[in-house]
């Protein structure tokens, strides 16, 4: 019996189909992924804070009297000297008792001047001249106390950061009238964390860094022995030299906190450690092989973790593809990162 040939075709395509099929299923999945070299590094825990920097030396001038203002000689952000007349409040005003006092002092250094050349000439006696130098200097005394509650001087040399009044204004005694702040040292109060305090050191260097880039090496002077009852913070003080002016009080500054440092440890990135069933694992590559390796997590740094057991220097870390693998797949290291 014959067999014709159009009834032979579906028989030989299904075997060609099984051998290639089988064939296929030979062939082993080869998954791409990209790898880094493990390299130990020194590392730092920081925390960052931010702030607003002051004088360390700080006036704050307040009206003694009861006075309208009448001239403000000073602008907020200019520099002033010691003993600089800020503002000045009307002389002639009800409460002043300047007009009052130069009068005195004035007749009374007249006096004192005309006494001095009679008793070289002898026609007055010491006790005359001493009752009359006595009367001058105690109007000169209360003639300069007067003159200083109505022309307010900085006491000290600065800048002036506020000024709280206006010209025509009329003060209350006790009202807040400016503040001056000295720009050669300035401070910084941050609020930070109570965990963190406890891994501050007096004298610790801290970088501070302005809005602009600006960075200065300030230096931690107190620790607060106790939280604040209601921001929960502990209050962090620290100094900052600023020979140059470029600070200015009224900045805002960033500062970072170093808590601790570490030397020649294993920090990886933390998107390759995988989590499942409570455990932590990471790929590595060997032998174009992946071996899965239980790890051992320690600090969470910014991006990387530290590893504290699981792998070595040296290790070839899978950092890119490791959700698609499981132990001894076979992988092709496409690229290799650099450890940062």
């Known amino acids: 019996m014959k067999i014709k040939n159009y009834m032979l075709l579906p028989l030989l395509v299904t ?3 099984c051998v290639q099929e089988e064939e296929i299923q030979d062939v082993e999945r080869v998954t791409a992924v990209r790898a880094q070299i493990v390299e130990s590094s020194d590392e730092k825990v920081s925390s960052q804070y931010t702030g607003t920097l002051e ?43 300047y007009q009052q006092a130069r009068s ?6 007249k006096n004192f001047k ?12 010491e006790s005359e001249l001493d009752a009359v130098r006595t009367e001058y200097e105690i109007a000169r005394a209360s003639f300069e106390a007067t003159r200083k509650l109505v022309e307010i001087e900085s006491p000290i040399a600065g800048i002036v950061t506020s000024i709280d009044v206006s ?16 720009l050669d ?36 002077t107190t620790v607060a022995s106790s939280a604040d009852p209601v921001t929960r913070k502990v209050d962090l003080k620290l100094t900052v030299e600023n020979k140059d002016h470029k600070l200015r009080p009224g900045l805002f500054v960033r500062g970072e906190l170093v808590l601790k440092k570490m030397k020649d440890v294993i920090a990886i990135p933390r998107p390759a450690v995988i989590e499942l069933s409570g455990q932590n694992f990471v790929f590595v590559a060997q032998n174009e092989r992946a071996v899965k390796r239980p790890v051992q997590l320690g600090i969470e740094l910014d991006g990387h973790v530290v590893i504290e057991s ?31």
């Open 310 to 340: 699981g792998l070595a220097v040296g290790d070839s870390l899978i950092v890119s593809g490791q959700s698609y693998l499981d132990d001894d797949f076979k992988v092709r290291i496409i690229s290799v990162a650099d450890s940062k």
């Open 104 to 109: 005195t002092f004035n007749v009374a250094e």
């Open 55 to 97: 004088g360390d030396k700080q006036a704050v001038l307040y009206a003694k009297i009861s006075e309208a203002v009448h001239l403000i000689r000073v602008s907020e952000g200019e520099e002033v000297f010691d003993g600089r007349v800020m503002i000045e409040l009307d002389k002639y005003g009800p409460t002043s008792q």
């Open 114 to 125: 005309r006494m001095e050349p009679l008793f070289q000439e002898g026609a007055v006696s």
């Open 15 to 17: 075997i060609v189909g």
């Open 167 to 182: 010209a025509g204004d009329y003060l209350s005694a006790g009202q807040l009238l400016a503040t001056v702040a000295s």
């Open 185 to 220: 040292l300035l401070r910084v109060t941050f609020g930070i964390n109570p965990a963190d305090a406890a891994s501050i050191k007096i004298g610790q260097p801290v970088m501070l860094t302005t809005h602009d880039g600006l960075k200065r090496e300030g230096h931690v």
